[in-house]
């Protein structure tokens, strides 16, 4: 519904158990206008795996993700 961004699920996910163990796959793929095609080929370009849960991720890969949606 687009009522939380990626950044702040992100932040929300080092304190939130629940968020944190999301996909990010999923996560993705339930953003507006992204697909699963596209969350797939996001995730391979940043170099994340599929099985990657929101709370594996490092520093970088959240800041390249925030860049990769923000241009979709």
Do not use: F
Request: hydrophobic fraction near 40%; avoid cysteine.
């Amino acid at each position: 519904m687009g009522s939380i961004s990626l950044h702040k699920l992100l932040d929300d996910a080092v304190s939130d158990e629940i968020i944190g163990k999301m996909k990010v796959l999923a996560v993705l793929e339930s953003l507006p206008g992204i697909g699963k095609v596209k969350a797939r080929r996001i995730m391979e370009q940043v170099g994340i795996a599929e099985s990657r849960r929101v709370q594996g991720l490092g520093a970088l890969q959240r800041r390249r993700l925030i860049e990769e949606t923000d241009h979709h």
